[in-house]
T-cell receptor, first 112, second 116 residues
């Protein structure tokens, strides 16, 4: 059984600070890792993907992957109120042909 | 790029009726599409994998005779909820796989189904 674990939150962060979201996964054979943002009542929107150990930066977002620890994280710098949403960690074990396994998501609140 | 549409965005139906949901990749061809379901305050759960020109692959616990999937072309997959019941009320979301490194799934806007 593939599992993806996230702290459900809510995680409250002041505007302008760094928000840190964490995710662990059970399948050591997992190959690709994704972070999606989901606003209430909407479908997920892809933020970033990562598949190599280390950090990957895209604007205010940085994804970090540690396959040995089976851990992936997302950092959001200079947090804005519009970043308030649920962030879903998703894992793909089959190189793309398989559906994604999602965590339950972390509810992030950016306080103005 | 990588836009996925779904229709309808919401539907209300009576118990026992069937509902068809369409998923289209608008600017790319998707040999593989996926159907997910999300109940309130829950995560997305994969229901089935839809492959163009072949039968869908269903996840454990998902009734294939109840949730009919047809992937007739490289840009269209349909999900039909047959004989819908109130417990089928949920947010149904499709995604389409875009080839790349790595392959990435892009989600449609979702269809909210309410069965009375």
């Amino acid at each position: 059984q593939k599992e993806v674990e996230q702290n459900s939150g809510p995680l409250s962060v002041p505007e302008g600070a760094i928000a840190s979201l964490n995710c662990t996964y059970s399948d050591r054979g997992s190959q690709s890792f994704f972070w999606y943002r989901q606003y209430s009542g909407k479908s997920p929107e892809l933020i970033m993907f990562i598949y190599s150990n280390g950090d990957k930066e895209d604007g205010r977002f940085t994804a970090q992957l540690n396959k040995a620890s089976q851990y992936v994280s997302l950092l959001i710098r200079d947090s804005q109120p519009s970043d308030s949403a649920t962030y879903l960690c998703a894992v793909n074990s089959g190189g793309g042909a398989d559906g994604l396994t999602f965590g339950k998501g972390t509810h992030l609140i950016i306080q103005p | 790029g990588a836009v996925v549409s779904q229709h309808p965005s919401w539907v209300i139906c009576k118990s026992g009726t069937s509902v068809k949901i369409e998923c289209r990749s608008l600017d790319f061809q998707a040999t593989t599409m996926f159907w997910y379901r999300q109940f309130p305050k829950q995560s997305l759960m994969l229901m089935a994998t839809s492959n163009e020109g072949s039968k869908a692959t269903y996840e454990q616990g998902v009734e294939k005779d109840k949730f009919l999937i047809n992937h007739a072309s490289l840009t269209l997959s349909t999900l039909t909820v047959t004989s819908a019941h109130p417990e089928d009320s949920s947010f149904y979301i499709c995604s389409a796989r875009s080839s790349g490194v790595p392959d990435t799934q892009y989600f449609g806007p979702g269809t909210r189904l309410t069965v009375l």
